[in-house]
Structure formats: C-alpha cells, structure tokens
C-alpha cells in the first residue's frame, strides 16, 4: 500500500478503504494522493474508480467521496460499499439532490456522498417519529 497517512486534512483510513472495496468484491489498485487532501483509488479489472476528498467549508471539515464506473450507473450496493470504506458504521453520509441551479454533473456515470469529518448528524432525526 503506497502510505498517504502524510495527508494529514484527511480524515479517512485509505487502509481500511481498500479493505473494504476489497471484501466487495472489487480489486482495487492501492491509493494515490488526489489533489491537496484526497486519494483515488482505480480498479484493476473494472473501469471506474473511488475519489475522496477533504476540506473546510462553513467552520466544519466535509469530506466527499465519489463512486463512477465509465459505462453505466453505480449501483446501491456500490455506494453502500463507499459509505462503509469511506465514512464507516459511526459517521452519516448523504447523498444530495440540489436545486437545478445548484446541481453540478462533471462525470455522468457518479455517485457522491458527503459528510462531516467529525461524524456531526446534520439532518433532523427523520424516523423519530417511527416513519414518515
């Protein structure tokens, strides 16, 4: 494994990434430095790959993670793989449908997710009241 644990911005385990796309099923290449606080992670045997990223926005540390294959859509179990290697069982992570003037598509095949570094819930609890 190529050691990233120099980027000290990031708040994610790239060991325990790898592991995890590992254990999907998929074969990973290891990690590489991605921008000023990020890694991406490529497939040996598919066409797509894994970038996260890190950075302060509003007071808070975000970090983003994406999924993207080059000839189709990920499916739900590929962003559960990536919530689970990227932010694991004790952070939230959401999945954001902005308003049309807000929504940016750079990559049509992707999946994002984003949440804080330090695991703050900054949804309303939506089930507290059993379902909605």
Not at 27 to 42: D, F, H, L, S
Not at 79 to 98: H, S, W
Request: proline share 7%; with cysteine; glycine share 10%.
């Amino acid at each position: 494994m190529t050691d990233l644990h120099h980027l000290a911005l990031l708040d994610v385990d790239p060991t325990h990434l790898y592991r995890t796309l590992r254990r999907a099923g998929l074969r990973p290449w290891p990690p590489e430095p991605y921008g000023p606080a990020g890694i991406i992670v490529t497939f040996r045997d598919r066409a797509g790959s894994v970038v996260v990223t890190q950075c302060e926005l509003d007071g808070a540390q975000w970090i983003h993670a994406s999924i993207s294959w080059t000839d189709h859509m990920p499916s739900y179990e590929d962003l559960a793989t990536l919530k689970a290697g990227v932010f694991g069982d004790q952070r939230e992570a959401y999945q954001v449908f902005p308003r049309a003037a807000r929504h940016v598509n750079i990559h049509g095949f992707a999946l994002h997710l984003w949440g804080r570094a330090d695991g703050a819930q900054v949804l309303p609890d939506l089930g507290a009241m059993g379902t909605i």
